[in-house]
């Protein structure tokens, strides 16, 4: 009986522990996120000589180099997401319809990434550029390489962004589909005279819209925020941009990096309303296909 007790008495005392214990590292995590942005704004707005002030934000959008990093940016972030979903939903699709094997295979090649630092990526690169370069002006891997290298439509910089987010879309879009039951609604659909096209877009996207969603968002934040590859390839993008002006100017860009900040924040507290609020419309959607 008195083991009994205090056997009681450990589990009566850890269920009051752990929620404090809980609530004490979440403080913990809110401030040690909070606090250097805070330093960071204060040093931002705050000039010793003129007093507060919202100067350094209007200096680094003055910047005559503010204009073209940032439309670059915007550039490859559209054009990486279009190319990363446009890609990866139909191969997602498939590989659950009709290749189920390959999905461990297919999981690992997407994890490669994980593992391989952004570095040694951009140094091959690189590398495979240059070799191609190397064949002679006029030759097809010089052109080709010309091609991926273009300054105002950089497709090489595109595809390592693809490269770098496979990891998180694949288990993102994996764990989408593994909620619905994709093989019944396709062959419902097909049934009805739907073409593959029609059960793509109005069949299986509404029902994985929360994870089609969080690889969007994911992808911008990545191509905002990205410099390894970015400086190695030669490419000014926003990152790039705010080292650059750092050295003349380093309250403008400590200013625009919260800005770029604070739209990731924006968009991480989007991706998890939306995500949220498609979830319960497809719980109600395969609850009415399970009636």
Partial sequence: MVQVSRETRAARGLRVVAPRLGWALIILMALYITVPMLCALVFSIYVPTAGFTFEPYL?????????????LTLLITVLTVVALLALM???????????????????????IPLVVPSIALAAGLVTVLRSMAGFGRGSVPAQISQLLQNPD????????????TLPFVFRSLDAGLRTIDLRTLVESAHSLGASGATVLRRVILPNIKGPVIFCAFFCIALCLGEYTVAVTLGYRTLPVWLTQIAGSNFRASISMSLLINALTWALLIAMTVLAGRAAPARTLALKGHES
């Fill in 153 to 164: 439509l950089p497709v090489v910089l595109v595809g390592s962004y693809i490269v770098l």
């Fill in 89 to 111: 939903v139909p191969t997602m699709v498939y590989l659950h319809l009709r290749a189920p094997r390959w999905r461990p295979i297919i999981e690992i090649v997407c994890t």
């Fill in 59 to 71: 200096e680094s959008v003055r910047d005559p180099g503010f204009p073209g990093a940032l439309s």
